[in-house]
């Protein structure tokens, strides 16, 4: 300024001109250094390989540089022994891959130095505290430093002028958050514009998207603007950073409820994200969230360290689309079990793993044989009876039930250690082999059936019936049910099972189960089979009335006297046909059955506490009975089940004596776990007088005396009721009954029967025989 005055210079005639040039000369700039600018200062310096690519990748997102100028400014500002150890690689491997292979060598190179331990970075506060990863203000200046340092533009971390503190070449960029310890290092972070939508409000914030996080983020703050309450969390989670150190000393307690993650203008995400209460950043997309947003270049394969997802994502919908089913609030704990992401993961080897066995001296070969030997002939089958039937028993009383669908049932058993080439096939881009149970196998059936009762054998016969990859869930009262529901959530989290939320159901009064519509009074028919039943077309040909008599066939235990309805249609099949002759009779079965489908009664649960009534017959062919129960007030009797046999060739020859009395025999068999040891004495009901006395007869055969010492299991009575009174037993009795209207079958054929011999003089003596007879006669009369 004094050269200036001295000079005379025509500056100092106007004050504005005067400052306008004192400021040029002495002011500090204090503009950010442009991403061009920052790639070409770039240095490596004493930052680790892992720590240059995260800050690398950073300016690569805004710099627009092409892929070949990229990797040269990457390559000059490494560090000289690692530049000279990727001296071998030229440019044609590509940036994302040069950038993968820089990351190992580096590794490698440490681990051939294990006594060099890695340069921290200069820090010009030496009091304090080196700042954790999302708490960059953990670290505190004086208040009046901070004033100086903004006063004067300088960088809060470093001092420098010149840049800002998001700028600062030497503070150590911000390390990835991530709910796992992995082996990779590489990560890609960029910033993206997004938009949460809840049914109350909407926020756009920017979201950090980083491949290699296991889990999506959310912050308290941004949870509080949109006006959302945060749920508990299953486990406590540990957020740990890729170098896997703990992140602060909070753990992750609890997740948010779905939010609508809205990217562009028409895709959409809905998700839980986990909350972290300390984040400064808005929302992390970790791999979960992220995959289905921007592809993932490094193809890192992650797992989560606590061994459980933590996250959930529903498919993508689109605004118009349903939106997807939620969880009940109760069983939010829970909410890992129903993860579409988590069942697509290797599940462990456990004690129930499928094991295929080969018979001794046998192994597999290529085959010469023009026939190849059949499966059966070489590998152990695992057979085990799958409960059909047997669960509707098991119902009776309850008030409320749960239906639960696994995800990828047999996908979640894995094949046995050293099982697994045994599964190999062959594709035209090679040969594979299964790590899990495959479907289509023979034994995969039992397996899992016996797999999943085990899981569940503290809990079966009391309240849940599993047949394979269906669970239901059945109580006498909601708060009772509730309770079960989670210990069946909880089992099947500790077995790292999933179910399919969009098929499950909860707490209703009634559910469709196996085919069938199970409620608090009984067992129906399920509406969607019936109506198939109901609109199936009339003209068959051999298939399909084979078909549909297999598909009805399914419902028999609901339709009386089912096997005299369909014997017409059965009588078409007779002798394998191939085609079918259609007839009037046949017809009306057709239309008749129908009909009854549309009628059929309600088989009532059996109920302990009320005394059971068994009607029984016999006829020539066959046996039949009916265990009803009566109900009401008035009591009215409704049918619990019913039972019909076919009487083997032995049996038939039976008199009527012991043909009903085997058929008191055969129900007491079939419904024994009811009658047997039952609370009030059961009647039967017999339309042979003679059976009342059974228990005071002194003299029987040896086969009375072998069904007396059985009949002595059970507390009963026998009642006598005329058959024309005994009708739907002896309904039951006659389904096997012969069609006589069907013409009686040869025993030989015709072409190996000789005709016999006839004389014409046989003829002549006959007729000369009827004459003579017959002038005797008109001689007798007529005297």
């Not at 969607?528 to 068959?540: D, M, R």
Request: glycine content about 4%.
């Amino acid at each position: 300024a004094k050269a200036i005055w001295n000079a005379n210079n025509p500056i100092i005639h106007s004050y504005e001109q005067f400052t306008n040039h004192f400021s040029e000369v002495f002011s500090t700039t204090t503009g950010h250094l442009s991403t061009t600018d920052q790639l070409f200062r770039l240095q490596q310096g004493r930052t680790s390989v892992t720590e240059y690519t995260l800050h690398f990748r950073t300016l690569v997102v805004a710099s627009g540089w092409n892929e070949k100028a990229l990797l040269g400014a990457y390559r000059q500002g490494l560090n000289p022994d690692i530049r000279a150890a990727m001296a071998l690689y030229d440019d044609s491997i590509g940036l994302e891959a040069f950038l993968q292979r820089t990351t190992h060598v580096a590794q490698n190179l440490a681990a051939c130095q294990p006594s060099m331990t890695a340069p921290q970075p200069a820090s010009v506060v030496a009091c304090s505290p080196v700042p954790e990863p999302m708490q960059i203000d953990s670290t505190r200046l004086s208040r009046e430093e901070r004033n100086r340092r903004l006063l004067n533009g300088l960088c809060l971390y470093c001092g420098e002028p010149g840049h800002r503190i998001r700028q600062c070449p030497v503070r150590p960029p911000r390390p990835m958050v991530s709910t796992l310890s992995t082996e990779v290092e590489i990560s890609s972070l960029t910033m993206l514009p997004v938009t949460l939508h809840t049914s109350n409000s909407s926020l756009c914030v920017s979201a950090l998207v980083d491949f290699e996080s296991s889990g999506n983020f959310i912050s308290q703050e941004c949870l509080n603007q949109l006006q959302l309450t945060r749920r508990p969390h299953i486990h406590l989670l540990v957020v740990k950073t890729i170098q896997g150190k703990p992140l602060g000393c909070r753990k992750i307690r609890f997740s948010s409820p779905f939010i609508t993650l809205q990217v562009g203008l028409f895709h959409y995400e809905e998700m839980r994200f986990l909350v972290l209460e300390d984040s400064t950043t808005s929302i992390i997309l970790g791999q979960p969230g992220s995959e289905n947003i921007i592809p993932n270049s490094a193809g890192a394969h992650v797992t989560s360290s606590a061994g459980v997802n933590t996250s959930s994502v529903a498919p993508v919908i689109l605004p118009d689309q349903a939106s997807v089913p939620e969880v009940p609030a109760e069983y939010m704990a829970f909410q890992d079990v129903f993860s579409k992401q988590a069942a697509t993961r290797l599940p462990p080897h456990r004690p129930w793993d499928c094991a295929i066995d080969l018979l001794g001296e046998y192994i597999l070969c290529p085959s010469r044989s023009a026939k190849a030997m059949e499966e059966d002939s070489f590998k152990h089958r695992r057979r085990r009876p799958l409960p059909a039937s047997s669960w509707a028993r098991r119902m009776g009383g309850y008030g409320h039930a749960s239906k639960l669908d696994l995800r990828s049932a047999y996908n979640l058993v894995r094949i046995r250690a050293g099982d697994e080439w045994k599964t190999a096939f062959v594709t035209p881009s090679g040969h594979y082999e299964y790590r899990v149970m495959p479907y289509g196998l023979s034994i995969s059936p039992s397996i899992f059936q016996t797999f999943m009762n085990e899981v569940f054998r503290e809990f079966l016969h009391r309240f849940v019936i599993v047949y394979i990859d269906d669970n239901l869930i059945y109580s006498q009262n909601l708060a009772e049910h509730r309770q079960h529901v989670q210990q069946v959530l909880h089992k099947l989290h500790d077995h790292s099972l999933y179910f399919k939320l969009e098929k499950c159901e909860f707490h209703r009064p009634s559910v469709q189960f196996l085919g069938y519509i199970i409620t608090a009074e009984g067992v129906q028919m399920g509406q969607g089979k019936v109506s198939a039943i109901l609109e199936w077309p009339q003209q068959l040909t051999v298939k399909e009335l084979q078909r549909f008599l297999g598909f009805a066939n399914f419902y028999r235990r609901f339709i009386k006297d089912y096997s005299s309805i369909t014997a017409p249609l059965t009588s078409l099949l007779r002798g394998k046909p191939n085609t079918l002759s259609w007839n009037p009779s046949a017809h009306e079965a057709f239309l008749h059955l129908k009909k009854i489908f549309s009628t059929a009664p309600l088989l009532h649960h059996p109920d302990p506490e009320l005394p059971f009534t068994v009607e029984v017959d016999a006829s020539t062919t066959g046996v039949g009975a009916v265990l009803s129960q009566a109900v009401g007030d008035p009591p009215f009797f409704h049918p619990c089940a019913y039972y019909s046999r076919k009487l083997s060739p032995a049996e038939q020859n039976y008199d009527a004596g012991n043909g009903e009395l085997l058929a008191i025999k055969l129900a007491l068999e079939e419904w024994r776990h009811w009658l047997e040891g039952s609370k009030h004495p059961f009647t039967i009901i017999t339309d042979h007088k003679n059976l009342q006395y059974i228990r005071e007869a002194k003299s029987l055969n040896p086969r009375q005396a072998r069904w007396a010492l059985f009949f002595t299991r059970f507390n009963f009575k026998i009642t006598y009721r005329p058959g024309s009174k005994n009708i739907s037993a002896d309904a039951l009795s006659r389904l096997h009954s012969l069609d006589q209207s069907a013409d009686p079958e040869p025993i030989l054929p015709s072409n190996l029967i000789v005709s016999p011999i006839i004389w014409e003089m046989d003829s002549d003596i006959h007729n000369a025989t009827c004459d003579l007879a017959q002038r005797e006669m008109y001689i007798n009369n007529y005297n």
